[in-house]
């Protein structure tokens, strides 16, 4: 199937007589007739549900879509984008452990790695997007255990040269993590470029409608965890806490990796998505390529206008020509990137913060990439943690205005924008 038919028929279908939408199993246990059928679950010999907190039907069945959209093996939802983030990294790397990420990620994603999993023992090494692979190679340990970097940095709009990460990543025997977030695998599937992990903060536009908190990841069940077994012990020998099972060798390529997060980590920290959120979910995935391409039209429009003003001194975009990012774009991004535009104000960040009080169809919001066209200041905000040395490495300067483009008429969002800043 097509990506558009899968982002409507993929992960469920009805037998005769079943309900045509994703049934909402709203129900914590599951019942057995034994406890021996149950003892089978436990033991990761059968599968089946026994506790909402490491698996629910309604969960994996749009678990399964996102995964078939992303071109993947196997996925599971999470509570948020940024537990995803933090599973995807802590079922790999443990205390001593070490991990290269760009700098120029999303900054709750980097307070995750720099201040709570630093706390945890891991340490954690901030690169440039675009750097070269030299200095890529030169940032790796022997104890590194990832990769991980942003397709579309939130709110840098760096674009990431994927296939020089991931060769990066496989010299060094570690597999690539990648945020798939605002591209979404309508626009970028990252697997397909060398990415073995994709995460996904589902409450942007896969949701779509600021409706729903929640995240996913989704494994390529490539990476061979068993021909580099000293580094990833976690997969590659016997997991105690559940009868001595080794994930690689049980579970192989295509398995091992989310099972171990289900059982183990999700287990451990019950981060999970309640099934009605997930039912939701599943209907905004059900018009991702449909608004998609809306949004990248609306951002295009709202770009080229800013770039033509005389009150704004840069515009980040990279479907713009003279963007940094604009042959990086055309490679990944061939049919639109997102609906973000960043941009900086004249005048600097009082200027900017008066300019978005000054709109009117934009709201300011801590969000973005959802159907509401919506701004936010991230100095101020999202990144308001950073002191001015990380903030530059994050590419946030103090001017930065973030604008996501939502569904409306790109020529009232024009008009807004341009009334604000005659406001100023």
């Given at each position: 199937?097509?990506?558009?038919?899968?982002c409507?028929?993929?992960?469920?279908?009805?037998?005769?007589?079943?309900?045509?939408?994703?049934?909402?199993?709203?129900?914590?246990?599951?019942?057995?007739?034994?406890?021996?059928?149950?003892?089978?679950?436990?033991?990761?010999?059968?599968?089946?549900?026994?506790?909402?907190?490491?698996?629910?039907?309604?969960?994996?069945?749009?678990?399964?879509?996102?995964?078939?959209?992303?071109?993947?093996?196997?996925?599971?939802?999470?509570?948020?984008?940024?537990?995803?983030?933090?599973?995807?990294?802590?079922?790999?790397?443990?205390?001593?452990?070490?991990?290269?990420?760009?700098?120029?990620?999303?900054?709750g994603?980097f307070?995750?790695?720099?201040?709570?999993?630093?706390?945890?023992?891991?340490?954690?090494?901030?690169?440039?997007?675009?750097?070269?692979?030299?200095?890529?190679?030169?940032?790796?340990?022997?104890?590194?255990?990832?990769?991980?970097?942003?397709?579309?940095?939130?709110?840098?709009?760096?674009?990431?040269?994927?296939?020089?990460?991931?060769?990066?990543?496989?010299?060094?025997?570690?597999?690539?993590?990648?945020?798939?977030?605002?591209?979404t695998?309508?626009?970028?599937?990252?697997?397909?470029?060398?990415?073995?992990?994709?995460?996904?903060?589902?409450?942007?536009?896969?949701?779509?409608?600021?409706?729903?908190?929640?995240?996913?990841?989704?494994?390529?069940?490539?990476?061979?965890w068993?021909?580099?077994?000293?580094?990833?012990?976690?997969?590659?020998?016997?997991?105690?806490?559940?009868?001595?099972?080794?994930?690689?060798?049980?579970?192989?390529?295509?398995?091992?990796?989310?099972?171990?997060?289900?059982?183990?980590?999700?287990?451990?920290?019950?981060?999970?998505?309640?099934?009605?959120?997930?039912?939701?979910?599943?209907?905004?995935?059900?018009?991702?390529?449909?608004?998609?391409?809306?949004?990248?039209?609306?951002?295009?429009a709202?770009?080229?206008?800013?770039?033509?003003?005389?009150?704004?001194?840069?515009?980040?975009?990279?479907?713009?020509?003279?963007?940094?990012?604009?042959?990086?774009?055309?490679?990944?991004?061939?049919?639109?990137?997102?609906?973000?535009?960043?941009?900086?104000?004249?005048?600097?960040?009082?200027?900017?913060?008066?300019?978005?009080k000054?709109?009117?169809?934009a709201?300011?919001?801590?969000?973005v990439?959802?159907?509401?066209?919506c701004?936010?200041h991230?100095?101020?905000?999202?990144?308001?943690?950073m002191?001015?040395?990380?903030?530059?490495?994050?590419?946030?300067?103090?001017?930065?205005?973030?604008?996501?483009?939502?569904?409306?008429?790109?020529?009232?969002?024009?008009?807004?924008?341009?009334?604000?800043?005659?406001?100023?």
């Open positions: 199937m097509r990506i558009e038919t899968n409507v028929q993929a992960g469920y279908t009805p037998g005769n007589g079943e309900p045509r939408q994703i049934p909402i199993i709203q129900s914590t246990t599951f019942k057995y007739d034994t406890s021996e059928d149950m003892g089978k679950l436990f033991d990761l010999e059968e599968n089946g549900y026994f506790y909402s907190r490491l698996q629910n039907p309604t969960c994996d069945a749009v678990a399964a879509k996102i995964c078939a959209l992303e071109g993947g093996s196997m996925a599971m939802l999470t509570g948020s984008g940024q537990s995803a983030n933090f599973y995807a990294v802590f079922n790999i790397a443990n205390c001593g452990d070490h991990v290269v990420a760009s700098s120029t990620i999303y900054g994603s307070n995750l790695f720099s201040v709570t999993m630093k706390k945890m023992g891991i340490d954690f090494t901030f690169v440039s997007p675009d750097a070269s692979e030299e200095e890529l190679n030169a940032a790796f340990r022997p104890n590194t255990k990832a990769l991980f970097g942003e397709t579309i940095a939130n709110p840098a709009l760096t674009v990431l040269d994927i296939e020089k990460f991931a060769r990066v990543a496989h010299a060094h025997g570690v597999p690539l993590i990648v945020d798939n977030t605002f591209a695998p309508i626009n970028c599937r990252p697997i397909e470029w060398g990415a073995d992990i994709v995460t996904h903060s589902t409450t942007k536009y896969m949701d779509g409608h600021g409706c729903t908190v929640g995240g996913c990841i989704v494994d390529a069940g490539k990476f061979d068993l021909k580099y077994a000293d580094k990833f012990p976690g997969l590659t020998t016997p997991d105690e806490s559940y009868h001595g099972v080794v994930y690689a060798e049980k579970f192989g390529l295509e398995g091992a990796f989310i099972t171990k997060a289900t059982s183990q980590l999700m287990r451990d920290f019950g981060s999970v998505q309640s099934p009605q959120n997930a039912f939701y979910l599943n209907l905004g995935l059900e018009s991702l390529h449909v608004r998609m391409k809306r949004h990248c039209e609306n951002a295009q709202v770009a080229e206008f800013l770039e033509s003003s005389d009150k704004i001194s840069w515009v980040s975009y990279c479907g713009l020509k003279n963007d940094q990012y604009h042959a990086l774009a055309e490679k990944y991004l061939p049919n639109g990137s997102c609906g973000v535009v960043s941009f900086g104000v004249k005048g600097g960040r009082k200027a900017a913060e008066s300019f978005m000054h709109l009117k169809v709201a300011i919001e801590t969000h990439a959802d159907a509401h066209s701004c936010l991230p100095a101020s905000a999202t990144h308001r943690q002191n001015d040395e990380e903030l530059v490495a994050a590419g946030v300067s103090p001017d930065l205005v973030r604008l996501s483009c939502g569904l409306e008429s790109a020529e009232d969002l024009i008009e807004d924008i341009a009334q604000a800043l005659e406001a100023i």
